[in-house]
């Protein structure tokens, strides 16, 4: 038996050890997985490719796990500060000879967004580099980051596309009468129009001329910034009448788009990267249309974001929810967290906070806006930077700040609160089902979903969001030094371009990202050529930085043609509209929201398991 047992021993070690020797070598699989650059054929000099196959954002979201093995969306996301930083450093570096950058897959980003990446492009014209674009198809997001280029080329099969701010959106009130479902509704402001979709059939004549002015003041930045950039570009005509461009052109679209002064220059892909080769350098000569690329990830990797300074650079991006989040959603403790962190790390003399949020949850706003005011009681100044979008809870959080900057096209304001609770008291009649029951008080199974709320509660969540309006307005009055009256008429849940919010006083200044840093510098009296930017973020996670490879190779599905992507902007609004009743279900009664920004600044989709059309209907059908 003692010889067995000796056995048994040598087994167990041995089988102990050959585990030892796995967990080692898988873990060390994982370490050289992670620590290879997709990349290492980059050259080192010549031209920089920003090849962007996604969306332009200020804070990438984390892709699941479940998205990136299975199937799911997996579009990828560019940070705007890493592609601004980018662009500069290829401005300053001689390395860098031009810039070519490929639209063919670029899925947008809101014109705040694309307008300082634009400007980032012009610093690198200033400095006698050549930028030159390339697509088979442009639509508004990717005209206008084009434009900004020497070149623009165009394949011989593309269009130019140029469709303008607006659209349709959907209302449910026939469908929900139909259905028997009860929307309570709970407001406070004129034109809080975030409610109407589930209690109208049509859009109402305050959101009607809300809407268009905001459209109208986008579109005339849109148009402004393309004419600075390009004032070659017949963009009235084309856009009033292109078919007498091409019916000049015999019916050629591209074309038709040269003779507009659109574009430069009809080509594929091989003249496109021989043109390239003429400005950095050839690349294999075996390979038609090759030249000596820069890739991008290599480029951002070597010129990274700062990581240590003075001015702390903390981003709110996203819904903004209670509790935790992964990042692209600004989950209210993460924020906190994340800022708290920041202040142990780094020695702030200064703090930029970047806003780009339509709103959320008022109680998750106010976490975010008292840590924010804490840093401001210590002394250190807080200057507010606004993103493509700021309004609502967004804006909520902007009152703790010294100064606000945004840009001519940041969507804001919308300082109003709305509740809305479904009901199926009328469903469950028209199946023959009843619904009764006991109570011990007034307020005893409140809401009740089933047979409707009660009086007593609907008064009592109506006082509630009355008087989170009311705070709402006080804070917007003591921040922005205005009589609470006036906060009131101008506020009323309005959305408004940020051109008109400076005029009303609801911004200070128009800056970018880089001003409000050069802003908090100032204001700590930091000289111009000392102030270093830290950005707060929390790090990705272990899991995230695994599967961004698997993710970012399988982000070639969409169709790069401009038709295609017309073609895809219902299932773009069905997936907002689904992403929305999902927010409504599951978010808190009382919300300070913008819903009706999505129907104008780019649509931010979550990504989750399963962020096709399809999978946000079976997510919102089969609720556990």
Known sequence: MKFVGKVWRLLVGIKDALVLIFLLLFFGGLYALLSASPYDGSARDGTLRLDLAGAIVEQPAEESALAALGGGSVTREYRLAEVVRSLDAAAENSRIRAVALDLDIFTGGGQTAIADVGAALDRVRRAGKRVVAYATGYTDDSYQLAAHADEIWLDPLGVVVIAGPGGASLYYAGLME?????????????????????????????????????????????????????????????????????????????????????????????????????????????????????????????NPLSRSGQIGVLTVAGTIVDGHAALGTAGAE??????????????????????????????????????????????????????????????????????????????????????????????????????????????????????????????????????????????????????????????????????????????????????????AARRANIAAEDARPVFLDKPPSFWAQLLRGVAEGENTARAPDAFSRLAQRPQTVLTRVLADAEAMLDGPAIQARCLECPAIAPVRRARGADDSLIGRLLALVWRP
Request: overall charge positive.
């Open 178 to 302: 139909r259905l028997g479902i009860t929307a309570n509704v709970y407001r406070v402001g004129t034109y809080k129009s975030a409610v109407e979709p589930y209690t109208r059939s049509d859009m109402s004549p305050e959101a009607r001329e809300a809407s268009q002015a905001l459209a109208d003041g986008l579109w005339q930045t849109w148009q402004q910034d393309v004419r600075q950039a390009r004032p070659r570009a017949n963009i009235a005509g084309w856009v009033q009448d292109p078919q007498a461009f091409i019916q000049a052109a015999n019916g050629d679209l591209a074309q038709a788009a040269r003779r507009a002064g659109l574009v430069d220059r009809v080509g594929d892909r091989v003249a496109f990267g021989r043109r390239i080769a003429e400005l950095g350098g050839a690349g294999e000569a075996s390979v038609p249309g090759s030249y000596r690329a820069v890739h991008y990830d290599a480029w951002a990797a070597e």
């Open 334 to 519: 993460t924020v906190v967290e994340t800022l708290e962190t920041g202040l142990r790390n780094n020695t702030l003399r200064a703090l930029v906070v970047r806003v780009d949020s339509p709103g959320g949850s008022v109680i998750a706003s106010e976490r975010i806006r008292r840590a924010i005011l804490g840093v401001r009681e210590r002394g250190i100044p807080v200057v507010i930077s606004f993103g493509s979008v700021a309004a609502s809870g967004g804006y909520w959080i902007a009152t703790a700040g010294d100064t606000i900057m945004a840009e001519p096209s940041t969507i804001t304001g919308s300082i109003g609160v709305f509740g809305i609770l479904p009901s199926f008291q009328g469903t469950l009649q028209r199946i023959g089902v009843g619904a009764d029951g006991v109570r011990t008080t007034p307020l005893s199974g409140e809401p009740d979903l089933l047979r409707g709320p009660s009086e007593e509660a609907s008064r009592l969540l109506q006082t509630g969001v009355d008087g989170t309006y009311r705070r709402f307005i006080g804070l917007v009055s003591r921040a922005r030094r205005l009589p609470p009256a006036r906060v009131n008429e101008i506020g009323q849940g309005r959305v408004w371009a940020g051109g008109t919010a400076r005029q009303i006083g609801l911004v200070d200044r128009f800056g970018s990202l880089n001003d409000a840093i050069a802003e």
